[in-house]
């Protein structure tokens, strides 16, 4: 099956996975949300991460547009005479 039917069909699986931090930013991270959880509250904490989230998400399909974009230009720069 081409690329193109995997995702027509909706079969298409990624290659690769999301990132991998290390395990000491992991544990930095943790450490910090816990002290913001307990400043400010569960509620505003949870609020917060559940916007920069939403920002992260339009951000990564901005990417994820423009380097279509960039691949398709490159595949019809490739086949063009």
Not at 30 to 50: P, Y
Not at 59 to 73: I, K, N, P, S, T
Request: negative net charge; glycine residues 8%; proline residues 5%.
């Amino acid at each position: 099956m081409s690329i193109i039917e995997e995702i027509y069909n909706g079969q298409y699986q990624p290659q690769a996975g999301g990132p991998v931090f290390p395990r000491d930013m992991r544990e930095e991270d943790l450490a910090f949300w816990k002290k913001v959880t307990e400043a400010l509250g569960e509620d505003f904490a949870d609020a917060h991460l559940r916007r920069m989230c939403k920002k992260e998400d339009l951000a990564c399909l901005y990417h994820f547009r423009e380097g279509f974009r960039l691949g398709v230009r490159l595949m019809l720069d490739a086949t063009s005479p």
